[in-house]
């Protein structure tokens, strides 16, 4: 594990992003001098949150999810996954005095076709550079072998084994709406198993995921974006966990998971382009599972 430098972090995303995910820092920002925030709701209200980024609070609801997980500013933190950033940027200030923050990324040295993309770059360039922001966070570096199709794009990911902390020495793991990605490449029990091992006894793993209608075939729903709340339940007791609770918080009834692009139909991907535009973004987000797992104290 190793700590931020300008090259050096390069983002795995197992939920495709858009542009649009990307938690860019708003430019008065780096001018303005740091603040140590003591709530959620301080952290959001900093300058460094771009208005795109404010405006996705509605239907991500950061404080009340990253409170039903139980995150203090005292915690050491891991967040797998964490795309353009946009939780980053959330947790990394809100324990950058008093506790730390752990962030999944790839080597470096891997295909600049996956591991080079304009979001991780901006990824690095926001941590190294608005350390004033988001101190010092580390990086547990996932090996991934890539194979590409015919056309050159990334056609399947084989994440490796890996270690994401010493061994209980983690507070807290947070997951953002990536599972059905380690599902769909059948690794969810390798990275939920890692996750475990990382976590003090009574640790915390959180959950959001897209959400599928119970009963429906995972195999089909996750290559939509989407799992019934019962395969992530399975994966996670399988690895050791228990689960201690679930929220609402991040519900949707609007969100018929039936779009032709899957969730990507949904905002901030918006992947049909114009075509019925209005009423996807008047959908929202998706409907996502919220769930609290806990690594036994015993046995």
Known sequence: MTRVAPIALFVLTA???????????????????????????EVLAMPHRSADNRGRDRWRHPAETLAFFGVEPQHTVAELWPGGGWYTEILAP??????????????PNGP?????????????????????????????????????????????????????????????VVTFRNSHGWYRNDTIGLVYGAVFRALKPGGIFGVEQHRAAEGA???????????????????????????????EVNANPQDTRDHPHG?????????GGEVD?????????????????????SG
């Not at 004033?132 to 794009?153: L, W």
Request: glycine fraction near 6%; proline fraction near 7%; hydrophobic fraction near 40%.
């Open 15 to 41: 939920c495709r992003t858009s542009q649009a995910d990307t938690a860019t820092i708003e430019p008065a920002a780096a001018a303005a001098p740091a603040v140590t925030p003591t709530s959620f709701a």
């Open 94 to 107: 809100y324990v950058r005095e008093r506790g730390h923050l752990i962030v999944t990324g790839f080597d």
């Open 112 to 172: 600049k076709e996956y591991y080079g993309t304009a979001q991780t770059q901006q990824l690095v360039a926001r941590i190294s550079e608005h350390k004033e922001i988001f101190g010092n966070v580390d990086v547990a570096t996932v090996p991934v072998t890539v194979e590409f199709g015919p056309d050159g794009k990334v056609a399947k990911t084989t994440i490796k084994p890996f270690e994401l902390a010493q061994a209980g020495s983690v507070d807290v």
């Open 217 to 247: 075939d995972p195999n089909q729903t996750a290559a939509k974006g989407y799992l019934p709340e019962a395969t992530v339940i399975e994966a996670a007791k399988a690895a050791g966990f228990e689960l201690v609770e679930r929220s």
């Open 263 to 271: 969730v990507w139909s949904l905002p901030p991907a918006l992947e």
């Open 277 to 297: 535009r209005a009423k996807y973004e008047a959908v929202g987000e998706s409907d996502r599972m919220t769930l609290k797992f806990r690594k036994p104290t």
